[in-house]
């Protein structure tokens, strides 16, 4: 029998006994690195029903077929480390750059909570659809819950605030917006656990932060409250994840019973390192790019991907390109410490040490887990996954090592992997359709048909709902970062620039391309909002223009946005 595409509305979810028929498609099978040429996958009810050869399944009456011919299948990219307290953007870390005189932190956590469902749209049109949450509070683990089975958002797995012997003054006195819980003794430190129970976490996270000079005595002496976090959210069979970034802290967690480890180790390891986890099974998650993140995003160097501008939210990527303001004094002796060949090397050194430890990892057999720590200041909710997997990749790690960790090892982390990670008989029925192999090179992973969560049918490029601010944004974003593309992006296809008040300059998006290539090639060139007025579908922007070698100048846009693009631009004089 033949099959062809049923054309329907993919933001819709199909109630009562709904079948997906995926078929004759290459099915990814990420356990035995194995592509299965020619097979169907039925989906019924958000669970996968069969994966067979192409014309064993039978359909039923109304079931939904999806023709994968030429097509893989894979399943839910998953993003195992991420903070939703955290935005990406320069003032989510006041502990690491105090701005609150120019951005109360107050108002930078309700922004990130309003902007939440953003996030999650945003994930899951890159196909993740699943998101590990390793570091929250009590007001993000209740916010969770108001996103489960919402079609647009990813599973979301969190744990409450994090266990730790030290806590950030600026984070103090946060009551349920507190990302930390202190562990002062081994009794506060049990009802630390206890206190989360109510919230229902998907597991415990302990921040095993080691100070001063003599490392060793400094992990020793924290151990026991470790030991007693563990042994307290094992009792309550909540699996526990652990920061630990020196050698010894890392060593003694997975000694004490910690399930997974949320970042890789700053010094190099061996082989004794390698053998412990494997043997105890501990799950690894080297989150490769975010320290680099923070010495880019204070040096002001941080070089933005064309895909991290599409993907990311636009509030979030402006406050790292505007950088060195609001604050330019401030901003003078972070730049100073951050750049320069000396913060370069160290920066390269560091990197460097954290390849060498992933592969060794990977050889050594210890199941590797894809993760982010996104949210933290240059790191972005979903546009940095792929040049985490970049980052990968050039340490050394095949696609196929690469997709495990971006797919069953996730699940792995939280013991989950019976139930999703896979795309098997009975599991959830989380995947994505692409058009092109993801094995012969990662840049396939963005080329999506549709996303698949829990069995409902996306588009991706219909998830995310920019707004005229947004779209406004967006391009600004790229302007100032020097991506063309990322720049032409938010435009329509024919859209149109006049001189105010109708004098057309230029039709259409392919002679803008033409006309704004010096936005590649100008040294220097900023553009910065001085003031911005929105009313509907209208956004003015006063801006001010900098470039090398030129005094500054200001101006006027004025953008009309039509259809979710930008479809006309006016100059006025």
Same mark, same amino acid.
């Given at each position: ?108 956590? #309700? ?5 939440? !469902? ?53 984070? #103090? ?119 680099? %993140? ?88 979903? %546009?940095?996954?792929?040049? !985490? ?20 090892? %996730? ?163």
């Amino acid at each position: 029998m033949r099959y062809f595409l049923l054309l329907v509305s993919l933001l819709s979810f199909f109630a009562g006994n709904s079948q997906i028929l995926i078929f004759n498609t290459n099915v990814l099978d990420v356990e035995k690195k194995k592509v299965l040429e020619g097979y169907s996958v039925l989906v019924n009810d958000g669970k996968i029903v069969s994966v067979d050869k192409a014309g064993k399944g039978k359909t039923t009456p109304g079931i939904t077929v999806i023709d994968g011919t030429g097509k893989f299948l894979v399943p839910g990219f998953v993003d195992a480390h991420v903070h939703f307290f955290q935005n990406g953007g320069l003032f989510t870390r006041p502990d690491a750059i105090d701005l609150r005189k120019d951005h109360p932190y107050q108002q930078e956590l #309700k922004w990130t909570h309003d902007n939440m !469902e953003d996030y999650l749209r945003r994930y899951m049109s890159a196909g993740i659809t699943s998101v590990i949450d390793v570091g929250a509070s009590f007001n993000f683990l209740s916010q969770r819950d108001s996103f489960r089975n919402k079609p647009y958002a990813p599973e979301v797995y969190m744990t409450g605030p994090l266990l730790t012997t030290f806590v950030p003054p600026v984070y #103090k006195g946060l009551d349920k917006e507190s990302p930390f819980i202190e562990m002062t003794s081994e009794e506060a430190t049990r009802k630390g656990i206890r206190d989360q129970l109510p919230y229902k976490p998907d597991f415990i996270k302990i921040w095993y932060i080691v100070m001063g000079a003599d490392k060793e005595a400094a992990a020793r002496k924290s151990l026991p409250l470790v030991q007693a976090a563990i042994d307290e959210a094992h009792k309550n069979k909540l699996r526990v994840a652990v920061h630990a970034t020196e050698k010894i802290s890392a060593q003694l967690a997975v000694e004490a019973g910690a399930d997974f480890l949320v970042h890789s180790i700053d010094d190099p390891i061996d082989d004794q390192f390698v053998q412990l986890l494997k043997k105890k099974g501990t799950v690894l998650c080297p989150t490769l790019i975010v320290g680099s %993140g923070y010495g880019k995003s204070f040096g002001h160097r941080y070089t933005f991907t064309t895909d991290e501008l599409q993907l990311s939210n636009p509030t979030n990527v402006a406050s790292i390109l505007d950088f060195p303001w609001p604050d330019t004094a401030i901003a003078r002796r972070y730049i100073k410490a951050s750049s320069g060949p000396a913060a370069e090397a160290r920066e390269k050194k560091g990197d460097s040490i954290l390849a060498s430890n992933l592969k060794k990892l990977i050889d050594g057999g210890v199941i590797i887990a894809a993760g982010t720590d996104a949210g933290n200041i240059g790191t972005q909710h979903a %546009g940095s996954y792929f040049p !985490e997997l970049k980052a990968m990749q050039d340490a050394g790690c095949t696609t196929w090592e690469i997709l495990q960790a971006a797919t069953i090892n %996730g699940a792995r982390a939280l013991g989950r992997q019976d139930e999703w990670g896979s795309i098997s008989k009975n599991k959830t029925a989380d995947m994505v359709l692409l058009n092109a192999n993801p094995i012969t090179s990662l840049a396939n992973w963005r080329n999506i048909d549709v996303v698949l969560s829990r069995g409902i049918v996306l588009r991706p490029d219909s998830l995310v709902y920019n707004t005229p601010e947004m779209l406004a944004q967006q391009q600004l974003n790229a302007y100032n970062a020097h991506d063309l593309e990322a720049f032409l992006a938010p435009y329509a296809d024919n859209v149109e620039i006049y001189d105010f008040p109708g004098k057309l300059t230029s039709k259409g998006k392919e002679e803008m391309r033409k006309n704004y290539q010096f936005i590649t090639k100008t040294k220097g060139l900023y553009c910065r909002l001085l003031n911005r007025i929105v009313q509907g579908n209208m956004v003015i922007d006063h801006e001010e223009i900098y470039s090398e070698g030129r005094k500054p100048f200001t101006g006027v846009a004025i953008y009309i946005m039509e259809k979710g693009k930008i479809s006309k631009v006016y100059f006025p004089e």
